[in-house]
Nanobody, 119 residues
């Protein structure tokens, strides 16, 4: 099993920045991709970004590229999501997820951290 714990959410004003963290523990060697997803009230879960543990190659949903940056600290088994120039529409519950490989389903999920952007 892999455990994922998100942190760093909170209330931020539009135009501000926030950094989310996702600490992975357990059988982390069984996963090679960590990703961020989000779910706004009344909407479905949507993909934000992902990163490969070993190479650091990152992938972004088109609409987030440029404002959001995903990174990782392999020594700490932690993945980050730096959110800049946030907008009220970025308000959502942000989830960290892990997959065993590129193109594989994200099968491990954290509980989420709430991000609220005020206008």
């Amino acid at each position: 099993q892999v455990q994922l714990v998100e942190s760093g959410g909170g209330l931020v004003q539009a135009g501000g920045s926030l950094r989310l963290s996702c600490a992975a523990s357990g059988r982390t060697f069984s996963t090679s991709v960590l990703g961020w997803f989000r779910q706004a009230p009344g909407k479905g879960r949507e993909y934000v970004a992902s990163i490969r543990w070993n190479t650091g190659i990152a992938d972004y949903a088109d609409s987030r590229q440029g404002r959001f940056t995903i990174s990782r600290d392999n020594a700490k088994n932690t993945v980050f999501l730096q959110m800049n120039s946030v907008k009220p529409e970025d308000t959502a519950l942000y989830y960290c997820a892990a997959a065993v490989g590129p193109g594989r389903p994200f099968s491990y999920w954290g509980q989420g951290t709430q991000v609220t952007v005020s206008s």
